[in-house]
């Protein structure tokens, strides 16, 4: 096995690099370091994805990568389903991170810089889904999402996704959108192309 090839990992058709992986190191030394967390792999991507490839978008969906980091669950977007996806975050260092993995997989994302109270109601009009892998991971970050969900359905977003490890904020956010938005949420898990469980929120289905 090759250096660069033990330093990738191949996850639902991505190819995904390492933290050693030399790009890592070269745009962590040129980004800095990320404020919110985003600059690393997080396993709870792979639910995103494996959701999403047992319960598909329609072809050229508009999507929005909440708290996007590396941009994985976006970019699996863009090169299964042919989405159009704008990847969000607040700290702009991640995006370096995703910019590299989407001309990786030979797809293209925009990215925004925004944080999610700032995020309106006639912005979100312009999505058919919205995506979320690992980003409420503080007790402060559970309004904002609640609220962003409930502007997103008002705008008539189809589906709304949220993917998490099962952190207590999240679990609080995901019951009060199951309560309050018609929301679902379930645990869910998948053995490759690693071990990963935690917990989907699911609005507007």
């Not at 994805?49 to 976006?74: E, I, N, S």
Request: aromatic fraction near 10%; proline fraction near 4%.
């Amino acid at each position: 096995m090759s250096e660069s090839h033990s330093l990738s990992r191949m996850m639902f058709g991505l190819t995904v690099r390492k933290n050693a992986h030399p790009d890592m190191r070269r745009l962590r030394r040129e980004a800095g370091d990320a404020s919110l967390h985003g600059n690393k792999f997080w396993k709870s991507s792979c639910l995103t994805m494996d959701y999403l490839k047992k319960h598909p978008l329609k072809k050229g969906a508009r999507v929005l990568d909440l708290g996007c980091g590396w941009g994985l669950g976006g970019i699996f977007c863009a090169k299964t389903f042919d989405a159009r996806v704008t990847s969000l975050d607040a700290d702009p260092s991640v995006f370096p991170f995703a910019e590299y993995h989407a001309a990786l997989n030979s797809v293209e994302i925009k990215t925004w810089r925004c944080r999610y109270e700032k995020v309106t109601q006639a912005a979100l009009t312009e999505f058919d889904a919205v995506i979320g892998t690992d980003i409420c991971f503080w007790d402060q970050l559970e309004a904002p999402l609640f609220n962003l969900t409930r502007r997103a359905l008002r705008a008539g977003v189809g589906r709304v996704m949220l993917v998490d490890p099962g952190r207590s904020p999240f679990r609080r956010l995901a019951e009060r959108a199951e309560e309050k938005l018609d929301a679902r949420y379930f645990e869910w898990q998948t053995q490759r192309p690693m071990k990963a469980t935690g917990c989907i929120m699911l609005a507007g289905e």
